[in-house]
């Protein structure tokens, strides 16, 4: 059985770009093991990320999540089964917000600052997969 799982946390010490791709470098090397594909967002320390796969995999690594110590506020905003991963693309596909079109982010939130937090998961879903539609992900297949 196929499940997604949408989530948001803040980052409990401030996230450089080499800490963020040393995060994307290991997704990447771990989850195709696992079956688990996704995409991640990250944006003044704060992370909105999708994970798809079957479900054993997918609670595992969240619940790893949840209990690491770089996440706070772990926030769970969509978990369902699902018939077809959207992300397949991607073992861990990521977002560079400074590239993306403002506007983009205005269709989906109240101001241009990525804050999960204040979207509901369907939202938050929906901008992922839009990302994922005008080529805004980044990362080998």
Known sequence: MLVRLLYASRAA???????LAAIVR???ANNPRQ?????????DDRFLQVLEGGRPAVNRL?????????????ELLAYQQIGERHFAGWSMGQVN??????????????????DPYAMSGAT???????LAATASIAGPH
């Not at 969240?62 to 772990?74: C, E, F, L, S």
């Not at 938050?124 to 997969?129: G, I």
């Open 35 to 43: 079956g688990v594909t996704g995409v991640l967002c990250c944006s």
């Open 97 to 114: 917000l400074a590239r993306v079109n403002p506007g983009l982010l205005l269709k989906y939130s109240a101001t241009t600052q990525l």
């Open 26 to 28: 290991q997704s990447r």
């Open 124 to 130: 938050a879903l929906a901008l992922l997969e839009e």
């Open 62 to 74: 969240y619940n790893r999540i949840v209990a690491d110590p770089r996440h706070a506020d772990v």
């Open 13 to 19: 010490a401030p996230v450089t770009a080499e800490d």
